[in-house]
């Protein structure tokens, strides 16, 4: 930076206000911390402050800084950031890590580890090994793809039949909404497994691959696999179909059908066809957008009747104007007659402009109130309410009626980041009209928690300047801060409540009050919390009483932050009590870790 530039600026008072201001503004939802109450490393990785953290961790290499602290399942969200920085902070927290590092070889975890040279780091400091390879062979086909050749090269093994079975639970494993896979991942996958097989496979394990392929419809494994099979043998074989016995060449013409009708568009399998998913029902799973279900809606019409709570689809023939809404729905019990909303609206739920969907088939005399599914509700009217735009009158008389379902509220008012103060307390306003008083304060406390949990902090102070205090329902706020401590300079004006809602408070009762307060944040691992018991309201440990528990959760703490602040605001932390007392503090400790 230009420093004479820098001056000229900041020297003027004009702008260097205009800059703070802004800056202020920016901060103002956002759960910011001083520099020297920031070490937890987790924190620092999730909001991109990388910089800071290879600051703070050069700092503390030269003794020039306080003790960082990481969640094990943190340091993996560096793996794919910033190899330098995750060796760095793997390398300071080895063996702490190292225990949530085996159950993630065990779980589809491992596969989030996109960075082959974080997994070659592993692999040469024995912390993967053969075993684990055997492990995590298991979910080969979620792994990417240079980490599994890296491993296919160090060793691992993969069969025949553990591939099929991949791509089997694979297909399974789908959310059948909207989940889409791109073939030539699959492809790529599997020619770069099938290299490193034996090969020739043994007749008889042809024969019973190529009949497990059949059976199961294993698709985009055939052709790669076959490079394996003894070739003139494998002509003379005959597998079971659905009618007669077929030959390979038959295998191969039914496998590649299956492939082609599988396939939509840009390399993409739409996974109408598989598990739970009625194959009737292909042509509408088949659609990637809102304008194609309303076409395929408006081109269908004669096979669909549309009542106040039900879409009937006939996929086999039209629907008789002559039928009525009572055979329909005896038929729907069947397999004839399908309820075809309570595909679309999923289906439209996963889409850009799903309210669109909602629009046409409301139009057709199809209810709102009809929709089984609130969570595809609140999908469909996410983006509109959180956006940065006033809702146009259509959508809102249409959101308006989904309202009053309290679990769309909750969602909208919970993780609507950005939408508009007037989008805000229109809204609320309205839903506040329509309930009844124990219902509103019911839900208010539930807001609270949705805005917290979703780093919705705007949502939360629209709350407050409305007249509402998290703390007014002591009971779910407590509750709250016990699993999730107090983190959060949001809660702190709750916390200040919380210990001073008494005029009359004797210091007996604030001490437990501020004793219970530590230990949670101890608990939770929470630095900033611990330090503002101490400091806010003048709480110190008192060697005169009972503190086992204290020392218990400090003990079993990996966040060696806070024994550190403790020890280093002796004056600050403990109530009277000399050197004898704070060794004897610091022994109890050392026996229970």
Known sequence: MNNSFYKSVFNNIYLSTKIFNIVHRLQLDKNSFKYEDIVDIGWMIKYDHLGLLREKINNKSNNRQQHLFIEKKDIFLLSNTDTELFIKVFQENKDYVLMYFDSLKASQGFAEIKNVNVVRFLFENGCITQKDMEIIIKNLLNV???????????????????????????????????????????????????????????????????????????????????????????????????????????????????????????????????????????????????????????????????????????????????????????????????????????????????????????????????????????????????????????DLYLILKMMFGQSILLSFLGDGKDMLDDNFNFIFSKFRKEVSESSFNRYIPLFFKSALLNRNYRAFRLLQSLGYQFSNWAGHFTEYIQEYSFKNKYLLDDIDRL?????????????????????????????????????????????????????????????????????????????????????QFLLQIFKLY
């Open 144 to 394: 990417d793809i240079k980490v599994l050749e890296f491993l296919l090269e160090n060793g691992m093994k993969c069969d025949p039949m553990l591939l099929l079975d991949n791509i089997k639970t694979r297909w399974l494993n789908l959310r059948v909404a909207r989940e889409v896979i791109h073939v030539q991942d699959i492809k790529n996958k599997v020619q770069l497994l099938v290299k490193y097989m034996q090969s020739p496979i043994s007749i008889n394990n042809t024969q019973r691959l190529v009949q497990y392929i059949l059976d199961q419809k294993i698709l985009f494994v055939l052709e790669s696999l076959s490079t394996l099979f003894d070739s003139p043998a494998v002509q003379e074989l005959e597998f079971k179909g659905s009618l007669k016995n077929i030959t390979m060449e038959d295998v191969v013409f039914l496998i590649n059908e299956m492939e082609g009708c599988a396939v939509k568009k840009q390399d993409k399998i739409i996974v109408g066809r598989y598990p739970n998913v009625d194959l009737k029902l292909d042509i509408w799973y088949s659609c990637t957008s809102v304008p194609e279900l309303i076409d395929l809606l408006d081109q269908m019409s004669s096979k669909i009747r549309v009542t106040t709570n039900t879409m009937y689809f006939n996929p086999t023939g039209n629907i008789s104007p002559q039928t009525n809404s009572y055979e329909l729905s005896r038929a729907c019990t069947g397999d004839n007659i399908l309820d075809l909303a309570k595909h679309i609206i999923p289906l439209a739920s996963k889409m850009e402009n799903g309210i669109d969907l909602l629009h046409h088939i409301t139009s057709k005399g199809f209810t709102i109130q009809s929709i089984s599914t609130p969570a595809c509700l609140v999908d469909i009217c996410r983006p509109i309410v959180n956006s940065t735009k006033p809702i146009n009158d259509k």
């Open 499 to 583: 210990v001073y809602n008494q005029s009359s408070l004797d210091l007996d009762e604030k001490y437990q009050k501020c004793k219970a307060l530590l230990c949670i944040a101890i608990k939770h691992n929470d630095y900033y919390g611990v330090k503002y018991v101490f400091n806010k309201f003048k709480f110190q440990i008192d060697f005169s009483t009972d503190n086992q528990y204290i020392y218990e959760l400090l003990a079993a703490s990996p966040n060696l932050a806070i024994i550190d602040y403790i020890s280093k605001n002796r004056s600050i932390c403990f109530q009277g009590g000399d050197e004898s007392d704070y060794e």
